[in-house]
């Protein structure tokens, strides 16, 4: 096993040195290069690798080495991957061509495309019931496939543009609908919204984590996290960073990505009913999504160097500086 070693550059910026402190160190950066547009990473702790969305291909990264192993390639505006482990398969979400780019995990080779909804963005296999599921923008709707048979098998009205999903108890999987300020139940093998929980006055509610026992993490344009609980009600808002899009749970927290102020917020249930953040963590301008692994401790946070900002338009990345910040816990 190669270990990663503590970059003399970033340890050189005042900025990501304070990140080291007091609960996480940055380890060397994974550098990417090529187009700086991406979306979300996935992690795969068992198979030790780290999928990212970029542009129009999936980056495979070892994550013992920090070391590329290769490319899905084809994956017309990628947003993010799910990973079939049980079937050898993983699937990644092509939101400009409107399908699914199936391929073997071993070989990294292309083995089908399947068409989905307009605009397919997030993306979640459920082992439970062999099912993958895309949350399509544009077509506001989800899409699920026997990931088995590579076939889809219905598609569920979302109620408004879906984002980010997770799996939650029961077999069901939890997801935001952002336009709608709300977060819906999806049934997968019954295939239809068993519940919707409304959470303004949070706008545009993005990444969703789940604690594995209770209670889900919404984060939301409006620098607040929404805490809900297994029976749909909101019990908690505390604030976070400004710009976030992704939200982990590690080792009994959740982690906010801000991009817009290049900062993590940890989130903490503090004592019983109160959850407060309790940490600010400095990163990097435009880290707004986010991989853990909880085998090693480690956060994955994707970002890359800004030309300067233009008024009006949304700020582009230079080519060439993608990279991937990797955060441990100390």
């Not at 976070?240 to 990505?257: C, M």
Request: with cysteine; glycine share 10%; hydrophobic share 45%.
């Amino acid at each position: 096993m190669t270990a990663f070693r503590l970059a003399p550059w970033l340890l050189a910026l005042p900025l990501l040195a304070h990140a080291a402190a007091p609960s996480l160190r940055t380890l060397e950066p994974i550098a990417i290069g090529g187009e700086a547009r991406w979306d979300y990473p996935t992690v795969d702790s068992d198979a030790h690798r780290l999928y990212l969305a970029h542009a129009a291909q999936v980056e495979v990264v070892d994550t013992r080495t920090g070391k590329r192993l290769g490319t899905v390639p084809d994956t017309a505006g990628v947003h993010g991957v799910a990973v079939a482990a049980d079937l050898g398969l993983g699937f990644a979400s092509d939101g400009r061509a409107d399908a699914v780019t199936v391929f073997d995990l071993a070989t990294l080779k292309v083995r089908a495309t399947i068409p989905v909804g307009h605009g397919p963005d997030a993306i979640l296999y459920d082992a439970a019931s062999h099912r993958v599921m895309t949350f399509n923008a544009k077509s506001r709707d989800v899409t699920v496939i026997d990931a088995a048979e590579g076939a889809v098998v219905a598609t569920v009205p979302a109620g408004g543009k879906p984002e980010f999903a997770d799996a939650g108890a029961g077999g069901l999987v939890w997801f935001n609908v952002e336009d709608a300020a709300e977060m819906a139940v999806l049934d997968p093998v019954a295939a239809r919204i068993v519940r919707r929980i409304g959470l303004a006055p949070c706008e545009g509610p993005s990444g969703l984590a789940y604690d594995g026992h209770a209670n889900h993490y919404a984060v939301c344009d409006n620098r607040q996290m929404v805490v809900v609980d297994a029976d749909g009600e909101v019990i908690a808002r505390p604030a976070i960073g400004a710009g976030p899009d992704g939200v982990v749970w590690l080792d009994g927290a959740a982690w906010s990505a801000n991009g817009g102020d290049g900062t993590i917020s940890v989130v903490r249930e503090t004592r019983p009913g109160r959850f407060e953040t309790v940490e600010t963590i400095p990163t990097a301008a435009g880290a707004r999504t986010i991989a853990a692994d909880p085998a090693t401790h480690r956060l994955y946070l994707p970002t890359a160097q800004f030309e300067p900002a233009v008024e009006g338009q949304r700020r582009r990345g230079v080519a060439g500086t993608l990279r991937v910040l990797v955060l441990e816990k100390r």
